[in-house]
């Protein structure tokens, strides 16, 4: 039973435009979202979190929305850049992290 | 200033045998979790341990086990190993091992089992 899904396995976007990676979640005692970045051979690298009493947060470049009623997140980067090229995974927490399958982003310059 | 640090980087084990696995959390960082990452897949979540108490455990069987010590480094112990534990295992961090404190992740124990 997957709590938390990232649909889209994959996503390719021109560098400068908006790149919008999407989660949905099943069950509503998550308390806190998250989004890691992860490079081969490396740990995921923390994003951006998000309460689930707010709907959005935004930091620099990155922006999550959360819906609770649809019970989805989403992460938009704005401009992508080259170097935004990884995998990203949404995690959910009450305390330890449930995790999606990941999105591979590939930004093409 | 040293992030999370997991030893070793990589081994190869044979069917049959145990490991052990070591992570030095952030400094100041009292909560230690342990992550397998399967190709392909997200990290499926295992253990945490807070203030040397086992506080969560994920579907893994008995064979997974681990141990907080007083200086809050952990290990991680697979024992009767099975080629399905072929996996990047992820030792992550927090001040309190609540989200909104914060997972940092270590880089990783590559674990090959042949």
């Known amino acids: 039973d997957q709590q938390v899904k990232q649909n889209s396995p994959s996503l390719s976007v021109q560098e400068g435009r908006i790149s919008i990676l999407n989660c949905d979640y099943t069950?509503?005692?998550?308390?806190?979202f998250l989004w890691y970045k992860k490079y081969p051979a490396e740990g995921p690298t923390f994003l951006i979190s998000?309460?689930?009493?707010?709907d959005k947060n935004e930091d620099g470049r990155f922006t999550v929305f959360l819906n609770k009623s649809a019970k989805h997140l989403s992460l938009h980067i704005v401009p992508s850049q080259p170097g935004d090229s990884a995998v990203y995974f949404c995690?959910?927490?009450?305390?330890?992290?449930?995790f999606g399958s990941g999105t591979r982003l590939q930004v093409q310059p | 200033d040293a992030g999370v640090t997991q030893s070793p980087t990589h081994l190869i084990k044979t069917r049959g045998q145990q490991v052990t696995l070591r992570c030095s959390p952030i400094?100041?960082?009292?909560?230690v979790s342990w992550y397998q990452q399967v190709l392909g897949q997200g990290p499926q979540f295992i253990f945490q341990?807070?203030?040397?108490?086992?506080?969560g455990r994920g579907n893994f069987p008995d064979r997974f086990s681990a141990r907080q010590f007083p200086n809050y480094s952990s290990e991680l112990n697979v024992n009767a190993l099975l080629l399905g534990d072929s996996a990047l295992y992820l030792c992550?961090?927090?001040?309190?091992?609540?989200?909104?404190?914060?997972?940092?992740f270590g880089s990783g124990t590559r674990l090959t089992v042949v």
């Open positions: 992550a961090s927090s001040l309190e091992g609540r989200a909104n404190y914060g997972y940092t």
């Open positions: 069950n509503s005692m998550f308390d806190y």
């Open positions: 998000i309460s689930s009493i707010k």
């Open positions: 995690a959910a927490s009450r305390r330890a992290l449930t």
């Open positions: 400094s100041g960082h009292k909560s």
């Open positions: 341990y807070y203030e040397k108490e086992e506080r």
